[in-house]
């Protein structure tokens, strides 16, 4: 099956995997280079729900947003032919992961500690990282998000490498997974 060509129905590809890890710079690429639809999991969330995600989390708790998340992933994306950054936590919850896989390919894009910092640092907007010590959260969100994680359909680390060479390689075993 070759999604690029017109009308053929190519399964979601979800990425998943910790936030800075490259899902929405690389994702969209990815989705460039197999003609499909590129959607944001935040991002959407914010614009049906008409705020911010941190504003979300302040106001009424990541269990909220978690449920956003669900929602989303259940009926807010077309059904077939979209890559879909996921939210660092979206597939934790009971269920997501195998509720993603029931929808498509599902893939995690991986990165050190000290990458995620790095490429997170400046960015305010990542409720769970405004704390006093960002790289102790990283570390411990990481080591309860990793197994399910790993659940995924394909791993990719985006270690020292720039966004094309991770979109190619997401394209590759994407393309290899559906053939």
């Not at 990793?146 to 075993?173: F, G, M, W």
Request: aromatic share 6%; hydrophobic share 35%; charged share 30%.
């Amino acid at each position: 099956m070759n999604p690029k060509k017109k009308n053929v129905r190519a399964p979601n590809l979800y990425l998943i995997g910790f936030m800075g890890t490259g899902k929405s710079s690389a994702g969209k690429w990815a989705a460039k280079k197999l003609k499909m639809e590129f959607l944001d999991s935040d991002q959407q969330i914010e614009a049906t729900y008409g705020s911010s995600i941190r504003i979300i989390f302040e106001n009424e708790g990541e269990a909220k947003f978690r449920e956003l998340e669900k929602k989303f992933i259940q009926s807010g994306c077309p059904k077939t032919n979209c890559l879909i950054s996921c939210g660092g936590g979206l597939p934790i919850p009971e269920g997501m992961i195998e509720l993603l896989k029931s929808k498509g390919k599902v893939f995690t894009l991986d990165a050190s500690v000290d990458t995620i910092l790095e490429r997170t640092s400046e960015n305010n907007s990542r409720p769970l990282l405004q704390t006093e010590n960002p790289k102790e959260a990283i570390q411990s969100l990481l080591k309860k998000r990793e197994p399910k994680y790993l659940l995924a359909d394909h791993c990719i680390s985006t270690e020292k490498r720039n966004t094309e060479q991770v979109a190619d390689e997401i394209v590759q075993a994407y393309l290899s997974s559906i053939s």
